[in-house]
């Protein structure tokens, strides 16, 4: 559509064809925009919230503000690589963001209390500090996959699935560092097992992103296999950066709750 924030000049123009997928992602995206700011006077004028939570809840309001300006932008300029991958990435740093919101909220109510050795604790700052680098190397990540999609350089795209191997030596190694600790945390080992099993099923679905996008000759319309593919690789992308930034949050928690 050519214009923003209206869809052809109307508030609700004919859901029809293409119209109906980047109409209702704007509908989408005003509705989370709403519950955000919902979400966050409900946090303030909460008797129980701390400051952190308060401070929190408005950078989320921020960031789905920005998130909404980048959106138009990238409508009224038409689509400049840069500003849509700007775009992409912020989408992606908003939904983590909110995933730590609700871990903080959880924390909030049940505070943690760890009691282990020395020796214990040593594990758990090496887990930390390596997943800590993980979460760097995933953030990349998503920059390169941003690229690769509003780019369409085949160089671009190779890059980012070479980058995808150091990715996932990084997750096998987390995944043994927490298997490794101490102290058996239920929590924290379901996390670091759904963090493997998704970024080996990402691998699959990226693997079937790149063939289809940029091995295979191009169509004017995209094909239903290409639609599936990228969209199902991008949207486990999210859940994937969202997964580490928990994971991480959750071992800094804990290395905190032990000392």
Not at 121 to 144: I, S
Not at 167 to 177: A, G, P, Q
Not at 217 to 239: C, K, Y
Request: glycine share 6%; proline share 3%.
């Amino acid at each position: 559509m050519p214009d923003w924030p209206l869809s052809y000049g109307k508030l609700m123009p004919p859901m029809v064809g293409k119209i109906f997928w980047e109409h209702g992602h704007r509908m989408i995206a005003t509705f989370v925009g709403c519950l955000t700011l919902i979400m966050t006077f409900w946090t303030h004028f909460s008797k129980g919230a701390s400051a952190e939570l308060k401070s929190f809840s408005r950078i989320l309001v921020w960031l789905v503000i920005l998130q909404g300006v980048f959106g138009g932008l990238t409508v009224l300029l038409n689509l400049p690589p840069t500003v849509s991958i700007v775009h992409a990435v912020l989408g992606q740093i908003f939904f983590a963001s909110l995933c730590l919101f609700d871990y903080a909220v959880k924390l909030a109510a049940e505070p943690l209390h760890l009691s282990i050795s020395v020796e214990g604790k040593a594990r758990l700052g090496k887990a930390f500090r390596l997943a800590r680098v993980t979460l760097l190397m995933f953030f990349l990540q998503l920059l390169l996959g941003a690229a690769t999609r509003h780019m369409r350089h085949l160089h671009i795209a190779l890059t980012h699935t070479a980058f995808a191997l150091i990715v996932v030596t990084h997750v096998i190694l987390v995944f043994l560092r927490i298997s490794n600790l101490e102290v058996k945390d239920k929590a924290l080992s379901q996390g670091a097992f759904f963090l493997l099993g998704a970024v080996l099923l990402q691998i699959i679905l990226g693997a079937g992103s790149l063939g289809f996008t940029q091995l295979m000759a191009r169509l004017q319309d995209p094909s239903q296999a290409q639609i599936v593919f990228t969209t199902f690789h991008q949207s486990l992308g999210a859940v994937l950066f969202a997964a580490i930034c928990l994971l991480t949050t959750m071992l800094s928690r804990r290395l905190a709750a032990a000392r």
